[in-house]
């Protein structure tokens, strides 16, 4: 999530709700392939994710009246990629 300054007009997904922050990534195109997603991230250390793990969740967001200092909190899960949320995904480094 990132504050976005009044009279900044960033590139914004069709996927943006309208508020004045920003949940998706913009810039970050995933690439589906049948059951695989890629999804390009530069780290200008990559060290900082060499071990790192993942699931993929879809779950509904809400986000209180203050949308400049907003609390999230999940209100509901729909899915858990994995099932069990068991963090089998793997980065791999390219």
């Known amino acids: 999530?990132?504050?976005i300054?009044?009279?900044a007009t960033p590139r914004l997904p069709v996927t943006w709700p309208g508020l004045p922050?920003?949940?998706?990534?913009p810039?970050?195109?995933p690439v589906?392939?049948?059951q695989t997603v890629t999804i390009r991230v530069p780290f200008p250390d990559k060290t900082v994710i060499e071990n790192a793990s993942f699931d993929g969740?879809?779950?509904a967001l809400r986000v209180d009246t203050n949308v400049h200092a907003p609390v999230f909190c999940v209100t509901n899960?729909?899915?858990?990629?994995?099932?069990?949320?068991?963090?089998p995904?793997?980065?791999n480094q390219l």
């Open 77 to 87: 899960v729909f899915d858990v990629a994995s099932g069990d949320l068991s963090l």
């Open 57 to 59: 969740v879809t779950a």
């Open 5 to 7: 300054p009044e009279g």
């Open 1 to 3: 999530m990132k504050d």
């Open 32 to 34: 589906i392939d049948g």
């Open 89 to 91: 995904g793997k980065v």
């Open 27 to 29: 810039g970050y195109d």
């Open 21 to 25: 922050i920003l949940l998706d990534s």
